[in-house]
Structure formats: structure tokens, C-alpha cells
């Protein structure tokens, strides 16, 4: 599994850059996404994927420990649709 270390460092290592800037780079990039999404926005990177929010309907769920009916309120959810390209990378 790759964490944001290992993204920064590996992104440092291929592009020359240093990974403080790297690390402002992505750190802006997910600032933006996160502020888009929040705004009610998509963003759309045409051959990786889309980013989303969702509506989630509200339930009715249960309690693992008691059994018990419980209402599970109405939310809005952050979503990740792939690109084609995405796609045709990871076959």
C-alpha cells in the first residue's frame, strides 16, 4: 500500500522536484478537491476519474450489539468514478 509519503517521495523522485514542494503541490491539489466537493462541485480529470459527492438516502439500520432498529440519517458522500484510461492502466 502507498501513503502520502511514499506518493511525495516517489513524485519528488520522477519529476526532479524537491518533495516540500511536491508535498504544497499535493496538498494544494487535495485542499481544492475537498473544497470543490464540499462547495457541491465535481472535479472532472478526463481519463483518471471524477470526483463526486453523493446523496446517500436514509435508513433504518440496527444496532450490532443490541439488536436494535436505529434511523441512519440522509448524507452526502464523497465518490471517486474512474476514467477509461484509469481503467485501461490497471488491467
Known sequence: MMNKTDLINNIAEKSGLTKRDVEAVLNGFLGEVTDAL????????????????????????????????????EAKIPAFKAGNKLKEAIK
Open 38 to 73: 464540499a462547495g457541491g462541485d465535481k472535479v472532472q480529470l478526463i481519463g483518471f476519474g471524477t470526483f463526486e459527492t453523493r446523496k446517500r438516502s436514509g435508513r433504518v439500520g440496527r444496532n450490532p450489539q443490541t439488536g436494535d432498529p436505529i434511523t441512519i440519517a
